[in-house]
T-cell receptor, first 113, second 113 residues
Framework: QKEVEQDPGPLSVPEGAIVSLNCTYS??????FMWYRQYSRKGPELLMY??SSGNKEDGRFTAQVDKSSKYISLFIRDSQPSDSATYLC?????????????WGLGTSLAVNP | DSGVTQTPKHLITATGQRVTLRCSPR?????VYWYQQSLDQGLQFLIQ???????AKGNILERFSAQQFPDLHSELNLSSLELGDSALYFC????????????FGPGTRLTVL
C-alpha cells in the first residue's frame, strides 16, 4: 500500500461546478499538507499549504485536513477552464533535517466550457 | 514563473549514454531537490542538497548522482541510461532545508531511445 493514495481520474466537470479532490494517507505522523497544481508540460506549482487539521481558504480554493480520518481534500468553487490541470497532494512529517515530501500520483481535472 | 531554471528543456539520447541536467534555484534559496516524474510512478523524489551538502536521498538509482556547487546551482548526472529512464526530471528549490514549500522548475524531458 502506498503512503499516499490519490485517484488519478480523469475528472471532467462543467464550468462553474464545485470540484472536490481528495487524498488519503497511512502515516499518522504527517503534519504538513500541500496541494500543487501542474499544467501540462510544466512544473508543479504550490497552490495550498496547511499545517495539521482544519480548513484553509484562498479565493475559490479551500483545503481541508481531517487527521483523524487521514484524509485531505481540495475544493474548487466556480471552476473555470483555466483550472484544467493535474492536482497533486503532498505531505510531510514534522521537523527533522531529512524530512521529505511524499506525493500522491495526481488527479487530472478537465473543466469544460 | 517560479524563478527556478532548468536546462536543457528536452534531451534525446541512446541507451548506455550519460547525460547531465542542470538546475539554478530561485535567488536566495539554499535547498535543491531533484524529482523524476513518469506516468505510472508519479512524482518520485530523488535527492536533496542544502547549501552544497547532500541532505536527503529518495529513490535514486546508483547510476544517478547529483551535486550542488558553491554558487548553489545543481547538476543531476544520469549514466548507463536505460529505456525506463525516459521521464520528466524536475528540479525544485526552497529557502531552507524545510521541504514543505518547494518551487519547481519547468523540467527536462529525457527520452532514451
Amino acid at each position: 500500500q502506498k503512503e499516499v493514495e490519490q485517484d488519478p481520474g480523469p475528472l471532467s466537470v462543467p464550468e462553474g461546478a464545485i470540484v472536490s479532490l481528495n487524498c488519503t494517507y497511512s502515516n499518522s505522523a504527517f503534519q504538513y499538507f500541500m496541494w500543487y497544481r501542474q499544467y501540462s508540460r510544466k512544473g508543479p506549482e504550490l497552490l495550498m499549504y496547511t499545517y495539521s487539521s482544519g480548513n484553509k481558504e484562498d479565493g475559490r480554493f479551500t483545503a481541508q485536513v481531517d487527521k483523524s480520518s487521514k484524509y485531505i481534500s481540495l475544493f474548487i468553487r466556480d471552476s473555470q477552464p483555466s483550472d484544467s490541470a493535474t492536482y497533486l497532494c503532498a505531505m510531510s512529517e514534522q521537523a527533522g533535517n531529512n524530512r521529505k515530501l511524499i506525493w500522491g500520483l495526481g488527479t487530472s481535472l478537465a473543466v469544460n466550457p | 514563473d517560479s524563478g527556478v531554471t532548468q536546462t536543457p528543456k528536452h534531451l534525446i539520447t541512446a541507451t548506455g549514454q550519460r547525460v547531465t541536467l542542470r538546475c539554478s534555484p530561485r535567488s536566495g534559496d539554499l535547498s535543491v531537490y531533484w524529482y523524476q516524474q513518469s506516468l505510472d510512478q508519479g512524482l518520485q523524489f530523488l535527492i536533496q542538497y542544502y547549501n552544497g551538502e547532500e541532505r536527503a536521498k529518495g529513490n535514486i538509482l546508483e547510476r544517478f548522482s547529483a551535486q550542488q556547487f558553491p554558487d548553489l546551482h545543481s547538476e543531476l548526472n544520469l549514466s548507463s541510461l536505460e529505456l525506463g529512464d525516459s521521464a520528466l526530471y524536475f528540479c525544485a528549490s526552497s529557502l531552507s532545508h524545510r521541504t514543505d514549500t518547494q518551487y519547481f522548475g519547468p523540467g527536462t524531458r529525457l527520452t532514451v531511445l
